[in-house]
């Protein structure tokens, strides 16, 4: 990786066997454990000369459940000690320990439910004040006797979904509600997208309601493990693949009125900016990327567009639910109009993506993406074009699959940028080819 003049204490702030123990003496997480059982490094978002954010995540013991995230903010080391004084003025309302200095590695180090941008999450976390907001008419609306929490997925400065178990004088069984809470209004839009969806579209979460004053949606219960590529690789009669292209085809059928959209400019737009980011955080790679993409984008203008449908626009393993007989689709956060193809690209990629990861061959998921394509087409009832999916593909790869591992600064995915290429390459030199032994994709 390039060095970056901006952030000259990245590899700090990147290396946990450094970090752990400043982080224990900052959030007092010391544990007697072996150091498994201590800070690891979690989610990463980096823009070159710009920004650098850090999720730690604690995975010894504690008393606190709540308690095992940090997140570091990295600054210039002339600015840091500003930037500490501007965050401190912008909140009166933190705790002390919410938001901590460090000079070396200079950044801001903000201690978990206290988030920059997150302003509520203490006060979702807080189970007196949940228990009396839960009871309002506009939320569940009903007496709460008691109530626990967890928190299931933490995006700093952009998300947290949190479960509560809510036991109520109705039933002896808890009742399970979801929670996530936004950094700013966008949940509002992703509530009226849910609403509408709640009767067309049985594969997903019921919503029950968006409260302004948190920025915090509300979703029931929707039963299920996230899927995974061992399970979609142990289910040897492809039930699971067909079910996958049913939901997709059925949320793609819907009708819904919404201002987001999503389009082929979108997608160029991420190919052109992937061999940039590469220059910036694997110049090796650069070339390699853009002659890829320069060969994609000179068959772009083949591209014909299809009919605009409703788009999830976040099609992943992790975001489909299943309980052992029946599948669910989480995560209506991105859901916008456009062309159904590119939703379709980007779930085949992240479905060549767990693969990869999980040590697969490539040959092996494609019978797995094969089945999924023809199951879309039968339950959408319409025919696909094939190569255009195939470019599609070959470009999700590119600016999802690459570009969102050298933003992420993600080792495990780097390690495989030769193998998403040669991928991408071959997807793309098949966008001439016929449809093929029984219309497949691949």
Known sequence: MNQDPQFPQMPAALNPNLMGPLLDWLLDCASSQSSVNGWQIGEKRYKPGKSLLVGYRWTGQSDNPHSRFATGRLCSPAEVNREFERELAKRPDLAKGGLTLLQHPAMLVWAFPYDRKLRHLPTLLDHAAMTIRLQA????????????????????????????SVQTAESTQP?????????????????????????????????????????????????????????????????????????????????????????????????????????????????????????????????????????????????????????????????????PLLDLASLIANIYLNGIRDAASIESIHPLVNRLVLSYQRHRQQTLSLTDLRWQVAAALIHEVVRRSLRQLDETRLKQIKRYLALSDMYAAHCGQAAGVANVLI
């Not at 709640?198 to 029950?208: C, K, M, S």
């Not at 082929?264 to 737009?269: A, G, N």
Request: aromatic fraction near 8%.
């Open 137 to 164: 008419p506009n939320l569940l609306g009903i007496p709460v006797e008691g109530l626990q929490s967890e928190v299931l997925h933490y995006l700093a400065e952009r998300s947290c979904m949190i479960r509560y």
């Open 175 to 339: 009742r399970l509600v979801y929670a996530k809470n936004y950094a700013d209004d966008a949940g509002r839009e992703t509530f009226a997208v849910m609403r509408q969806l709640n009767g067309p579209f049985n594969w997903g979460a019921e919503a029950l309601a968006f409260d302004a004053d948190t920025l915090t949606l509300w979703q029931a219960h929707l039963p299920g493990q996230a899927l995974t590529w061992a399970a979609l690789q142990a289910d040897s009669d492809g039930e699971l693949a067909d079910q996958m292209g049913q939901c997709v085809a059925e949320l793609h059928a819907c009708r819904i009125d919404t201002p987001r959209r999503y389009t082929q400019v979108d997608v160029v737009q991420g190919l052109l900016a992937t061999p940039t980011l590469a220059e910036q955080v694997r110049p090796e790679w650069a070339g390699r990327i853009a002659r890829s993409v320069n060969s994609l984008l000179a068959q772009a203008l083949r591209q014909t567009p299809s009919e605009r449908a409703t788009l999830h626009h976040d099609l992943k393993l992790n975001n489909f639910l299943y309980d052992g007989q029946c599948l669910g689709l989480i995560d209506m956060d991105c859901v916008c109009l456009g062309d």
